[in-house]
């Protein structure tokens, strides 16, 4: 009786004992012992090679062969895992999806189910790593589709949809730039959801404010009402829109607008004086002198403090 090494997965080696002399079981023998000692040098697709042979081998022999054969088919998936994950530590990620890619399919092969759930783990992160090297060198499309294969298998992962999201946003697509941010702010922790919200508030809200300063009026309505559907705790966009709305002399939608920013914003914002002075130009408009006195007697401070006195005494003639 002839002993002959085995292979473990834990890379510790047993010895297989020979039973019988047929050539083609002496053959899957030494292809398993072939792959032991290649372990020793780390060398995974040496190891793999053999054991692959292995099997193919002693699938020919039959039955006498199912011992070592059965040893093999354990061993395998574990190994295609070890090689992938030596692909990630090298941060040769495409190499490593195609090397996870072969693990899932040994796994499966072999039905080894602990195996595939952690060949599949590191999968949205990889897919992630490849997306954010993308978007920093400015290849958007590489970018989308690299988030499109995170999301798939990690729909609750906020910064997949933060990435594409400014991805579509570099590609000046609004819509999709829009969905994108709304899912990482629904999605994604605190942190995530902040980034993502500030990101598209601003989208709209810098160029509602340039709009305004520039007196478009009717392109910075549209751009401010949108920044407040994005977050409607922000002060200074319901006094920009404020703002807007008495230069158009539309009191109503002024009135609703400023009062808003009035209830928002803090003890001695610095809005407060623009704000009070927005809701006293509106109902003055509305010819609400009460309200109207009341709103300008609250400003304290230029640049509104000499508009507003010109209204509390001349204009109003305010009690």
């Given at each position: 009786m002839k002993?002959?090494?085995?292979?473990s997965i834990?890379?510790?080696?047993?010895v297989?004992?020979?039973?019988?002399?047929?050539?083609?079981?002496?053959?899957?023998?030494?292809?398993y012992?072939?792959a032991?000692?290649?372990l020793?040098?780390?060398d995974?697709?040496?190891?793999?090679?053999?054991?692959?042979?292995?099997?193919?081998?002693?699938?020919?022999?039959?039955?006498?062969a199912?011992?070592?054969?059965?040893?093999?088919?354990?061993n395998?998936?574990?190994?295609?895992?070890?090689?992938a994950?030596?692909?990630?530590?090298a941060?040769d990620?495409?190499?490593?999806?195609?090397?996870?890619?072969?693990?899932?399919?040994?796994?499966?092969?072999?039905?080894n189910?602990?195996?595939k759930?952690?060949a599949?783990?590191?999968?949205?992160q990889?897919?992630?790593a490849?997306g954010?090297?993308?978007f920093?060198a400015k290849?958007?499309?590489?970018a989308i589709?690299?988030?499109?294969q995170?999301?798939?298998?990690?729909p609750?992962m906020?910064?997949?949809y933060?990435?594409?999201?400014?991805?579509?946003?570099?590609?000046?697509?609004?819509a999709?730039m829009?969905?994108?941010?709304?899912?990482a702010?629904?999605?994604?922790g605190?942190?995530?959801?902040?980034?993502?919200?500030?990101?598209l508030?601003?989208?709209?809200?810098?160029p509602?404010?340039?709009?305004?300063?520039?007196?478009?009026w009717?392109?910075?309505?549209?751009?401010?009402?949108?920044?407040?559907e994005?977050?409607?705790?922000?002060?200074?966009a319901?006094?920009?829109?404020?703002?807007?709305?008495?230069?158009?002399?539309?009191?109503?939608?002024?009135?609703?607008?400023?009062?808003?920013?009035a209830?928002?914003?803090?003890?001695?914002?610095?809005?407060?004086?623009?704000v009070?002075?927005?809701?006293?130009?509106?109902?003055?408009?509305?010819?609400?002198?009460?309200?109207?006195?009341?709103?300008?007697?609250?400003?304290a401070?230029?640049p509104?403090?000499?508009g507003?006195?010109?209204?509390?005494?001349?204009?109003?003639?305010?009690?």
């Amino acid at each position: 009786m002839k002993c002959i090494k085995l292979l473990s997965i834990a890379a510790a080696l047993f010895v297989f004992t020979l039973v019988g002399s047929a050539q083609t079981l002496q053959e899957a023998t030494e292809a398993y012992n072939k792959a032991s000692e290649l372990l020793s040098s780390g060398d995974l697709d040496g190891v793999i090679t053999g054991l692959e042979k292995c099997v193919d081998i002693s699938k020919k022999v039959g039955p006498e062969a199912d011992e070592i054969r059965e040893k093999a088919e354990a061993n395998l998936p574990g190994f295609y895992l070890q090689k992938a994950k030596k692909y990630v530590d090298a941060k040769d990620y495409a190499a490593a999806l195609k090397a996870f890619d072969a693990t899932i399919a040994a796994a499966d092969k072999y039905k080894n189910p602990g195996v595939k759930e952690d060949a599949e783990k590191p999968l949205p992160q990889i897919y992630y790593a490849m997306g954010a090297s993308a978007f920093q060198a400015k290849k958007y499309d590489e970018a989308i589709k690299a988030m499109d294969q995170v999301v798939a298998r990690d729909p609750d992962m906020g910064d997949a949809y933060f990435l594409r999201g400014a991805s579509y946003q570099m590609q000046k697509n609004e819509a999709l730039m829009s969905e994108n941010y709304k899912l990482a702010i629904e999605k994604g922790g605190d942190a995530v959801a902040k980034k993502a919200k500030t990101q598209l508030f601003n989208y709209y809200y810098v160029p509602g404010a340039q709009a305004k300063n520039a007196q478009k009026w009717d392109t910075a309505i549209p751009m401010l009402s949108k920044a407040i559907e994005v977050d409607n705790t922000n002060a200074t966009a319901y006094y920009a829109l404020a703002s807007c709305y008495n230069s158009k002399k539309n009191w109503d939608n002024a009135i609703s607008n400023g009062e808003k920013a009035a209830e928002l914003m803090g003890e001695g914002a610095k809005i407060s004086d623009g704000v009070y002075y927005e809701l006293g130009t509106a109902y003055a408009g509305k010819k609400d002198n009460g309200k109207a006195c009341e709103n300008f007697k609250k400003v304290a401070n230029e640049p509104f403090l000499k508009g507003a006195k010109y209204q509390i005494e001349v204009a109003l003639k305010c009690k």
